[in-house]
């Protein structure tokens, strides 16, 4: 398979050095050559053979004339690497550090000495569901902060709105544009975290997945991210929520009306298997061990989604 190529683009200018000082893959000039003087050109041909002398690519970095050598022999061999000079770049590589590649998230494993889970130093993958008001961010942030491995908190929510102009609001309306563009949100961060888990990087998504629209939500995270994924479901009081809602501003602002239908479809996780912590009497850092006391039990039992 052939592609098509043009020149390629010439290195930034530096001090010191031409705009194409020591570049050779364009032509020096844009157009067809004719024959004849150019305007401002010295008159007369170039010579066959360029007197010996450095590089090109280090003109004007002489700081004064060139030592002289014997007639009839020829200058030492300048060994200075050309700045153009490059090392073929290495696949998942950053710096000196090989970056294993991300793939879907297995389930963790209990360790067989113990048999238990201990999930403050186990990597892994935790999907916070709630309403909007439910302290997902705030929660998922705390736990984030202070566990005693390497933990990544990504919120979809935050990923949404990297979308500045022609950002899909939903409170304009759910559509065609806000559900492409939630989907795309969402695979980006499935990507994230694989990425970061393959690199032993915790990570704590959070969303307000909808129990009655598995194939958008659920579905679609153990999708992007694997079935190692454990989610769980944060589901306070509906006046905890409203309350929490009037602190917002800007568009994760919702309407009581809107906030009360959210509340009322989250109850569909009831009975549906997986853990539920409803948090309406409990601060952040309070919820952030329960959650882990919920953490343990799904690694030694996996919850069925």
């Known amino acids: 398979m052939q592609h098509a190529a043009g020149s390629p683009v010439p290195p930034p200018h ?3 050095h031409g705009p194409a000082a020591g570049w ?3 032509a020096p000039h844009p157009g067809p050559h004719h024959p004849g003087p150019h305007v401002g050109a010295h008159p007369g041909p170039a010579p066959a053979n360029p007197p010996a002398g450095p590089s090109p690519a280090f003109a004007g970095a002489q700081t004064g004339p060139a030592a002289p050598h014997p007639p009839g022999h020829p200058p030492a061999p300048h060994h200075t690497v050309p700045h153009h000079a490059s090392v073929p770049p290495t696949p998942d590589t950053t710096g000196h550090v090989q970056l294993p590649p991300g793939g879907p998230v297995p ?3 209990v360790p067989p000495a113990t048999g238990t889970a201990d999930p403050t130093s ?3 993958a935790v999907l916070l569901i709630g309403p909007a008001g439910a302290g997902k961010t705030s929660v998922a942030k705390y736990w984030a902060a202070h566990r005693r491995v390497p933990t990544a908190h990504i919120s979809l929510d935050d990923v949404r709105e990297w ?3 022609g950002f899909a609001d939903p409170q304009s309306g759910w559509n065609d544009h806000s559900e ?3 989907r795309l949100a969402r695979r980006t961060c499935g990507f ?3 990425n970061f888990l ?3 990087i915790s990570c704590i998504l959070d969303d307000a997945v909808f129990p009655d629209r598995p194939v958008v939500g659920l579905g679609g995270w153990k999708r992007h991210v694997g079935p190692g994924l454990l989610p769980v479901v944060l589901l306070p009081g509906l006046e905890i929520v409203l309350e929490r809602n009037a602190e917002r501003s800007g568009n994760r602002r919702l309407t009581d009306e809107e906030v009360a239908r959210i509340h009322g479809r989250m109850a569909g996780w009831y009975g549906s298997g997986l853990p539920i912590i409803d948090n309406s009497q409990l601060d952040v850092p309070t919820t952030a061990r329960v959650l882990d006391d919920v953490l343990a039990r799904s690694i030694t039992s996996p919850p069925q989604w």
């Open 180 to 182: 492409a563009q939630y």
């Open 122 to 124: 186990t990597t892994l």
């Open 24 to 26: 050779s893959g364009a």
């Open 107 to 109: 389930m963790p494993s």
């Open 163 to 165: 979308v500045r102009s």
């Open 198 to 200: 393959a690199n032993n």
């Open 14 to 16: 530096q001090p010191g």
């Open 192 to 194: 994230a975290a694989r």
